[in-house]
C-alpha cells in the first residue's frame, strides 16, 4: 500500500524555503558548501545549490559523499554494498558543511557522514538539512533545516523518489501488508 | 558344519554352471552340487529330513557365486599397521564378497623374503577371515637394483612377484625377472609408469589437470611401460600380467599382444571403468590413486576390453590410507582407494550395463585371477574349499566408509547408492552377513 | 560475489569481477587521501597465513587490511616445519582458535586455499597456490588496464613466459576472457600448454608473431630453478627468444602498455629499458594492489555463511 504524501510542487517548495534558511542563518555564503549523501542526498544538494545561487547570487561548491565505508551494519547487511563516489573538489578545512538527506530516520546515516566528512578534513560547523524527518531517532542528532516532519511507524517506509532518478518527483508512504 | 544352500541361483563358469540349485558343504568343502534343471531336484520329504541335520540358508532370490579372489590388495602389514592390518583387511574381502585375496609386498619391512612371506602367511592363517596370498617382491626392497629371493619366497608360498608402486625402470632387470620367474611358473605383475613421466603429478594429465593447477600423469607414462614389458614378455616368454589398466591405449595394447599369442594378461580396478578425472575436481583427495583416474574415452576403452576378454580380471587395488593421509594438501595426499567393500557392486554395473554377462563378471572376479596365479579357488567344485558368496543383487544401499570394516575409509564412492550386495560370504568354515 | 571466499577467478561471473573493480576505484580514492584509512572492518582481525615467502603479496594485504581497520596478524609457516610433519589441518585449527575473520593464504600447493575454506570458518582469500591461480593478483591486473586502457572489448593481451607454473597468468586468462578481451600466451613450447587453447586464447611459440599489435604486454617472473627441470636449455636462450626488448616492444601497438607482477628477473624475462620505460605500468600495479584487497576483503566481509 502506497500513500502519496508530498508531490512535485510540495518538494519545491520546501526546498526553496530550506534554501532561503540556509543563507539566512549562514550570513557568509563564501564559507559555506553542501555535501549531499549518496545517493538521495546528492540530487537534494544540487538543488538547494541552485536555488541558492537564483536567490542569493552566489555559487555555493557542493559535493557527493558515500558513507558505506562508515556504516555500523555491516554485519547485517544481506545484499552486496556498493561503494558509489564521493565527490568532493573542494577544501572542507574550516568551512561551515551542509549535509544534505532525503530522508531522518535512526540517524546512524548522519553519524556515519560525519564521521567520513571528519576524515577529509576539519570542518568549522557541520549542518544538517532533511527533506523528511521520520522521527524514531536512536542516536542524539538533529536536523538544522527540515522539508517536513513526517511522523511514522516503524513498519512504514518513506521513500523520496525524484527526477534525476528516472521518477517525476514526490515522496510516498509505504505500509507493510497485503 | 554342514550347511545347506538352497534355491539359489548358482553361478559358477569353472562347471558352467547357471541356474537354480543347491549347494551341500560338509567340513568346509563342498561336498555336493545340484542344479534343479539337471533333474537333481530332491523331493519335499528328503529335503525337511536334510533341514533338521544342516544348517539351511535358503537363498532363493539370491545368486550364489563361488567365493571372490582380489588379486591386488594392501593389506598393509607389516609396518603400516594404522593403515589397515591382515585381520581388519581380510574382514574387509569377505564384508565385499571376497574369500581370497593376494596381498601386495610394499611393506615395511618389504616383503622380498621368505621371513616375511612365512610372517603374513602365518598371521593370515591365525587372524584372517579369508584366504591370503602374498605375492613377493621383485626386487630387493622393492628398489629396482636387483633380484629379491624369488624362488624362496615361492616356495615359502608366494604366488607372483611385483614391485607394486615401485615400477621396475630398468629394462635389463625386468628382462631378468621374466627369465627367472619360467623356472616358477608365476607371473610378474607389472605397475606400468614410467615414473620420469609421471614425476611429480597427482592425477591425469588434462584439461581438468590445467584447470586444477595439478601436476599431471600423461596416460603414456603407463602405455610406455605396458609396451616395453610386452616386447620383454615376447623376448623372455615370461609370464606377464598388467595391474590395473586405466588407459584406452594401455588396453589396446594388451589386446595386440594377445591377438599374438603372448603370454599376457591384464586387469583394471571398478574406479577405472566408473569414475573419470572429474571426481578430482574441488581437490577431492578421495578421487586420488595411481594410476590416476582418466576420461569418458579410457573407460569405454577398458569397458570394451572386459567385455572381449583383453582384460581378464577385476581387481581392486585396495590401498587402505589412514584420514591423516587424506585430509590434507592434494600434492601430499596419499594416493589410493579403500575399495574392497565396493567392487563386487560396481562390477555388477557392468552386467546392468551389458558390458559382461553374470557368469563373465564371475570370471573377472573369481576364476580368472585364480587360474592366472594357478590356485585352487574360483570355483565350486566338489571337493574344494566351501568358498562361497551370496549376492542379492536387487538390494540398494549406500556407500557410508563408517561402517566399513576396513580401516581405510578412503573412498571416492562415499554416498553413492549401489546396487547389488554381497549380504552372506562363506569361508573358512565360517558364514559371514552383510546387510549395508 | 556470491560466496564467503574469494579462491579462483572461476568461481566468478563478469558482473562479479565488475563490482570489484568498481568497489576498487571507492578505495584508490581513499587511499589518495591524507587519511588512508576507514573504520570498516573494525574489530575484525585478517590472518596473513603465508607458507611460501612472499614480501610483496603479503605486504600488500596487510596494508589492505590495515586500511580497513582491523587487526592483521602475519603467520609465517617456514617450509622447514612442513617438513617436520607439522599438519596444515593443525596449523588451520589454530588459526581458527585465534578468532580470525579472514584468512590470506599463499601455498605451495594447489587446492590449499579450498581445503582451507572446508576446515574453517573464516572467509578465506587465495593469495596463489601452488600452480593454480592467484586471483587477486589478476583482479589488480585488470583493474590496472581498465585504468589505462578505459574497457577491455576488442583489447589484446600477451601473456609472456611460463604459463604452464604461473598462477599469475592461470587467474589472468579466465579474468581476461570474462571481461571480454582477447589473450594470446606466448613462451616456449614446453611451458605453453595446448590444453590452454581456446576461444579468443592463441597460442604463440616467437615473440615476434604474438607480440605484433598487442595492447598490453604482461610478462611473467621466470622461475630460475625451472632451468634444471628441463623445461628451458638456458637463461642466456631463454633472453634471446623470448625476453622482452624494445626492439621486440616496437611489434606491439604504439600505446601498448607493459605490466610484470614482480619481482622481476632483469635480463632474463625483461629488458631494463622496457622495466624502466613510460610504457611500464608496474608500479600502478603495485598501488592499486591495495585498492583491489580493500575491496575483496570488504565485499567478503558481509558475506553471511
Given at each position: 500500500m502506497e500513500k502519496e504524501l508530498l508531490d512535485k510542487r510540495d518538494i519545491d517548495r520546501a526546498l526553496s524555503r530550506m534554501a532561503h534558511e540556509i543563507a539566512e542563518r549562514n550570513r557568509s555564503l563564501e564559507d559555506i558548501c553542501l555535501i549531499g549523501i549518496q545517493r538521495g542526498g546528492v540530487h537534494l544538494a544540487r538543488r538547494l545549490a541552485r536555488k541558492i545561487k537564483d536567490y542569493e547570487g552566489a555559487e555555493v561548491p557542493c559535493g557527493s559523499l558515500d558513507i558505506s565505508l562508515y556504516r555500523d551494519d555491516i554485519n547485517l547487511r544481506k545484499e552486496q554494498p556498493v561503494v558509489r563516489k564521493t565527490e568532493i573538489d573542494f577544501d572542507i578545512n574550516n568551512k561551515t558543511v551542509v549535509l544534505v538527506d532525503d530522508v531522518l530516520f535512526t540517524g546512524r546515516s548522519i553519524r556515519a557522514a560525519m564521521d567520513a566528512l571528519m576524515d577529509m578534513g576539519r570542518?568549522?560547523?557541520?549542518?544538517?538539512?532533511?527533506?523528511?524527518?521520520?522521527?524514531?531517532?536512536?542516536?542524539?542528532?538533529?536536523?538544522?533545516?527540515?522539508?517536513?516532519?513526517?511522523?511514522?511507524?516503524?513498519?512504514?517506509?518513506?521513500?523520496?523518489?525524484?527526477?534525476?532518478?528516472?521518477?517525476?518527483?514526490?515522496?510516498?508512504?509505504?505500509?507493510?501488508g497485503k | 558344519m554342514k550347511v545347506l544352500i538352497k534355491n539359489g541361483y548358482i553361478v559358477d563358469p569353472s562347471q558352467g554352471i547357471d541356474g537354480v540349485g543347491e549347494i551341500l558343504i560338509e567340513e568346509g568343502k563342498i561336498k555336493e552340487v545340484r542344479e534343479h534343471r539337471s533333474g537333481g531336484r530332491r523331493d519335499k520329504a528328503e529335503g525337511l529330513l536334510l533341514e533338521e541335520e544342516f544348517k539351511v540358508i535358503d537363498a532363493t532370490g539370491l545368486y550364489v557365486f563361488p567365493g571372490l579372489v582380489?588379486?591386488?590388495?594392501?593389506?598393509?602389514?607389516?609396518?603400516?599397521?594404522?593403515?589397515?592390518?591382515?585381520?581388519?583387511?581380510?574382514?574387509?574381502?569377505?564384508?565385499?564378497?571376497?574369500?581370497?585375496?593376494?596381498?601386495?609386498?610394499n611393506?615395511?619391512?618389504?616383503?622380498?623374503?621368505?621371513?616375511?612371506?612365512?610372517?603374513?602367511?602365518?598371521?593370515?592363517?591365525?587372524?584372517?577371515?579369508?584366504?591370503?596370498?602374498?605375492?613377493?617382491?621383485?626386487?630387493?626392497?622393492?628398489?629396482?637394483?636387483?633380484?629379491a629371493e624369488m624362488g624362496m619366497m615361492y616356495e615359502a608360498g608366494c604366488v607372483a612377484f611385483s614391485d607394486d608402486g615401485m615400477p621396475v625402470m630398468n629394462s635389463l632387470l625386468m628382462r631378468r625377472a621374466l627369465e627367472y620367474s619360467k623356472r616358477f611358473g608365476v607371473p610378474i605383475i607389472s605397475h606400468a609408469e614410467d615414473i620420469n613421466l609421471s614425476a611429480g603429478g597427482v592425477m591425469n594429465e588434462g584439461m581438468v589437470s590445467l584447470s586444477l593447477g595439478l601436476r599431471g600423469i600423461p596416460?603414456?607414462?603407463?602405455?610406455?611401460?605396458?609396451?616395453?614389458?610386452?616386447?620383454?614378455?615376447?623376448?623372455?616368454?615370461?609370464?606377464?600380467?598388467?595391474?590395473?589398466?586405466?588407459?584406452?591405449?594401455?588396453?589396446?595394447?594388451?589386446?595386440?599382444?594377445?591377438?599374438?599369442?603372448?603370454?599376457?594378461?591384464?586387469?583394471?580396478?571398478?574406479h577405472y571403468f566408473t569414475l573419470t578425472e572429474d571426481a578430482v575436481r574441488g581437490y577431492k583427495t578421495k578421487a586420488k590413486v595411481n594410476p590416476p583416474l582418466r576420461t569418458d574415452k579410457d573407460i569405454e576403452a577398458i569397458k570394451e576390453g572386459l567385455s572381449d576378454g583383453t582384460i581378464d580380471v577385476i581387481a581392486t587395488d585396495h590401498a587402505p590410507h589412514h584420514r591423516d593421509e587424506k585430509i590434507c594438501e592434494f600434492d601430499r595426499a596419499a594416493f589410493g582407494i579403500s575399495g574392497i567393500e565396493t567392487a563386487l557392486s560396481l562390477g555388477l554395473t557392468l552386467v546392468r550395463d551389458g558390458v559382461l554377462s553374470l557368469p563373465g563378471l564371475v570370471e573377472k572376479m573369481s576364476l580368472n585371477p585364480a587360474r592366472i596365479l594357478n590356485i585352487r579357488k574360483g570355483t565350486l567344485k566338489v571337493g574344494e574349499d566351501a568358498d562361497i558368496t551370496i549376492i542379492d543383487l536387487n538390494k540398494k544401499w549406500k556407500v557410508e566408509p563408517e561402517r566399513f570394516a576396513s580401516k581405510g575409509k578412503n573412498t571416492p564412492f562415499e554416498g553413492f547408492i549401489l546396487e547389488g550386495l554381497p549380504v552372506i560370504t562363506i569361508c573358512k568354515g565360517k558364514i559371514y552377513e552383510r546387510d549395508n | 560475489m556470491k560466496g564467503r571466499h574469494l579462491l579462483s577467478i572461476k568461481d566468478l561471473s563478469k558482473e562479479d569481477i565488475i563490482h570489484i573493480l568498481d568497489t576498487a576505484e571507492g578505495f584508490r580514492d581513499v587511499l589518495k587521501r591524507d587519511i588512508k584509512k576507514v573504520p570498516t572492518l573494525r574489530g575484525k582481525t585478517v590472518v596473513n597465513l603465508f607458507f611460501e615467502p612472499s614480501t610483496r603479496t603479503r605486504t600488500s594485504f596487510e596494508l589492505a587490511a590495515k586500511r580497513l581497520s582491523t587487526d592483521v596478524i602475519n603467520f609465517s609457516v617456514p617450509t622447514s616445519s612442513v617438513v617436520k610433519g607439522e599438519s596444515l589441518i593443525d596449523t588451520a585449527k589454530t588459526i581458527q582458535a585465534l578468532g580470525a575473520d579472514f584468512v590470506v593464504v599463499r601455498h605451495a600447493s594447489s587446492g590449499v586455499p579450498h581445503l582451507l575454506s572446508e576446515q574453517m570458518d573464516a572467509s578465506i582469500v587465495n593469495a596463489g597456490d601452488g600452480i593454480n591461480e592467484h586471483?587477486?593478483?589478476?583482479?589488480?591486473?585488470?583493474?590496472?588496464?581498465?585504468?589505462?586502457?578505459?574497457?577491455?572489448?576488442?583489447?589484446?593481451?600477451?601473456?609472456?613466459?611460463?604459463?604452464?607454473?604461473?598462477?599469475?597468468a592461470k587467474s589472468n586468462i579466465p579474468c581476461l576472457r570474462k571481461l571480454g578481451a582477447e589473450v594470446r600466451l606466448i613462451g616456449p613450447p614446453t611451458l605453453v600448454p595446448e590444453g590452454f587453447a581456446g576461444e579468443g586464447i592463441h597460442l604463440f611459440y616467437s615473440m615476434e608473431e604474438g607480440l605484433r599489435d598487442v595492447d598490453v604486454v604482461m610478462m611473467l617472473r621466470i622461475q630460475l630453478e625451472r632451468q634444471d627441470r628441463g623445461f628451458f636449455p638456458t637463461v642466456d636462450e631463454y633472453f634471446r627468444l623470448w625476453g622482452l626488448t624494445e626492439e621486440r616492444m616496437s611489434l606491439a601497438r604504439p600505446d601498448a602498455i607493459v605490466m610484470h607482477p614482480g619481482p622481476m628477473n632483469r635480463g632474463v624475462e625483461i629488458d631494463s629499458a622496457v622495466a624502466d620505460s613510460e610504457r611500464a605500468v608496474i608500479l600502478d600495479q603495485v598501488t592499486n594492489g591495495i585498492a583491489v584487497r580493500m575491496a575483496v576483503l570488504y565485499l567478503l566481509g558481509g558475506v553471511k555463511s
Open positions: 570542518p568549522a560547523k557541520i549542518q544538517l538539512a532533511i527533506l523528511i524527518d521520520r522521527g524514531h531517532r536512536e542516536l542524539p542528532i538533529r536536523a538544522d533545516y527540515v522539508g517536513k516532519n513526517i511522523p511514522t511507524s516503524l513498519s512504514e517506509k518513506i521513500e523520496v523518489q525524484l527526477s534525476e532518478e528516472g521518477h517525476p518527483d514526490r515522496v510516498v508512504l509505504l505500509k507493510e | 582380489d588379486m591386488h590388495v594392501h593389506l598393509r602389514e607389516p609396518g603400516f599397521e594404522y593403515k589397515e592390518t591382515i585381520k581388519t583387511g581380510t574382514l574387509a574381502a569377505v564384508r565385499g564378497g571376497f574369500t581370497s585375496l593376494c596381498c601386495m609386498p611393506t615395511k619391512p618389504v616383503n622380498d623374503n621368505e621371513t616375511v612371506t612365512e610372517f603374513i602367511l602365518r598371521k593370515a592363517y591365525a587372524e584372517g577371515a579369508c584366504y591370503v596370498f602374498p605375492i613377493g617382491a621383485i626386487t630387493k626392497g622393492q628398489r629396482g637394483e636387483e633380484l596416460a603414456e607414462a603407463e602405455v610406455v611401460m605396458i609396451k616395453r614389458d610386452i616386447e620383454l614378455a615376447r623376448l623372455t616368454g615370461g609370464r606377464l600380467h598388467i595391474a590395473h589398466v586405466s588407459t584406452a591405449e594401455g588396453v589396446r595394447a594388451v589386446r595386440d599382444a594377445k591377438k599374438e599369442g603372448l603370454p599376457v594378461t591384464a586387469e583394471t580396478c571398478p | 586471483p587477486t593478483q589478476a583482479l589488480l591486473d585488470a583493474f590496472t588496464i581498465r585504468e589505462k586502457k578505459g574497457g577491455f572489448q576488442g583489447l589484446r593481451v600477451a601473456i609472456v613466459g611460463d604459463i604452464l607454473h604461473s598462477r599469475v
